[in-house]
């Protein structure tokens, strides 16, 4: 983004510090009800006027909502993402992939307090033990000690973890597909959001966000029909497709070769 301003000639700095780790609590900080009980259930306001001039934006991987877009302004959606679940491969305890497995056998599954997406699961899934933990960090100590046996959050934020852990799988359960935005302060000089937006805006058309999803998310995939660490080889597209590693996987065992051109017959 400040490559992006500069080309603009316009010299931009992000002043960075450390707000509530809770979503929803970072998130009031530029709502423009910051200082007001949000609803009934509040017995008091924590926001002082301070806090509430404090921030500008706030960098996170927030879901846009229709709620959000009436409490602040919202920068363009610049990613897609899901909500889904991650799992620890090394335990001791019985194996769930999914939601509802877990939730049918009343296991507990770790979430964040305070989240959109804390309401979709606990809508979705009525019957569902939910743990809920304070930080991420917190849920991925809770999945270890097998307190949870899913931690449930924002697929970006599950592939990064796994990325560093190998003891962490993501499941790639889509719970219900996301964009994700960041909130801007409610009441910014209209220049100022118009030109935050214009420079997410020419981060997507150039490809640099693809680029930093492909680094730190998710290996890009060799096209259909091709594998290799290059994508210089041949992958049947109709029996294989190159997994992350550029191998050519078949998708039947009626099929094999390195191409899973070659099909195997039935002895009879």
């Not at 009800?33 to 991987?61: H, L, M, P, R, Y």
């Not at 939730?103 to 979709?120: D, K, M, P, Q, R």
């Not at 979705?124 to 100590?141: M, R």
Request: with cysteine; hydrophobic share 35%.
């Amino acid at each position: 983004l400040v490559i992006f301003a500069a080309e603009d000639n316009v010299k931009l700095n992000f002043g960075l510090n450390v707000a509530n780790p809770k979503y929803s609590a970072s998130f009031d900080l530029v709502a423009n009800d910051c200082t007001q009980q949000i609803n009934d259930a509040d017995t008091k306001v924590n926001n002082s006027e301070d806090d509430c001039n404090k921030f500008d934006v706030i960098v996170g991987d927030y879901y846009a909502t229709p709620d959000r877009s009436l409490r602040a302004d919202l920068s363009p959606a610049w990613l897609r993402s899901t909500i889904s679940t991650v799992k620890y491969i090394e335990k001791n305890s019985p194996d769930f992939t999914t939601l509802t497995e877990a939730t049918n056998a009343g296991a507990s599954i770790c979430l964040l307090g305070g989240t959109f997406y804390e309401g979709v699961l606990r809508e979705k899934y009525p019957e569902g033990v939910f743990f809920e933990c304070a930080s991420g960090d917190d849920c991925v100590k809770s999945l270890k000690n097998e307190d949870c046996v899913l931690y449930v959050e924002d697929e970006l934020q599950l592939r990064y973890a796994a990325a560093w852990d190998t003891s962490l799988e993501v499941t790639r359960e889509i719970v219900n597909t996301q964009y994700i935005v960041w909130p801007l302060r409610f009441d910014l000089p209209p220049i100022v959001s118009l030109l935050m937006k214009r420079w997410v805006l020419k981060s997507i058309t150039n490809g640099t966000v693809d680029e930093l999803y492909f680094k730190y998310f998710q290996k890009a995939l060799c096209p259909i029909g091709t594998a290799g660490e290059s994508c210089e080889l041949d992958c049947d597209p109709k029996h294989g497709s190159a997994d992350a590693s550029g191998t050519c996987r078949c998708i039947s065992p009626k099929w094999s070769g390195s191409d899973c051109s070659e099909e195997i017959l039935e002895n009879k």
